[in-house]
């Protein structure tokens, strides 16, 4: 529920005015609340509340915030679930903004998931043809042949159109399976799964280590943290 407080308080958190000052605009007759001009003094307010200054509607400046999960497997990375299933909202206690993922990570793939508030933030970065690189640790089942991993590197072709190029190492060869560093710089739905599915070599685990050159680090899978400055710049790649 909205917490109601004082107009001024409201006016003030707003960065309209200080308090005595906004106290002032009120007795002028400058502040309307829902179309209605208000002098009362204790007149009370939340942010259901339509209040204007001088003709300008005014609201609170939400902070902007940026968050680094480590997602773990089994969540979704959505705000809601209409399926009822965990949302990694339900792992980021003590939050007051309302945040929301920036793109997507499958249920069951892991690692780095930003959050914001910020929505010129989340659009940029989610937009086509931005070029983010992303990197993914991916244990694929077999071995790739050095064919198979040029053809991830130069672009495999998933819903009729080609992936842009991408870069591929081999980091292990594991007696069953190979885990392979993949780089991409698209947001295709589960491209990376589709990729490696493409080419024979279904993906066994899937884990985002980095977002521009912004890596993951030591988090442990459902901790987060806030992000500085230099950090959300880092994503950008600056
Ligand atoms: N590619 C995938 O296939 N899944 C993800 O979660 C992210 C990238």
Known sequence: MDKKIRLQKYMAQCGIASRRHSEELIQAGRVK???KTVTQMGFRVSEQDRVEVDGKIIKKEEKLV???LNKPSG?????SDPEGRKTVLDLIDGVSERIYPVGRLDYDTTGLL?????GDFAFENTHPGHEIKK????EVLGKPSDKALEALRNGVVLDGRKTAPAGVEVVDIKSKSTVLKIIIHEGRNRQVRRMCEAVGHPVLKLKRTAVGNLALGDLKPGEWRYLSSKEVKLIRGK
Request: hydrophobic share 45%; charged share 5%; glycine share 4%.
């Open 114 to 118: 930003i959050l914001t508030n910020d």
């Open 135 to 138: 990197t993914y640790i991916a």
């Open 66 to 68: 940026y968050i680094m």
């Open 75 to 79: 969540y979704v990375s959505t705000v």
């Open 33 to 35: 609340v829902n179309g």
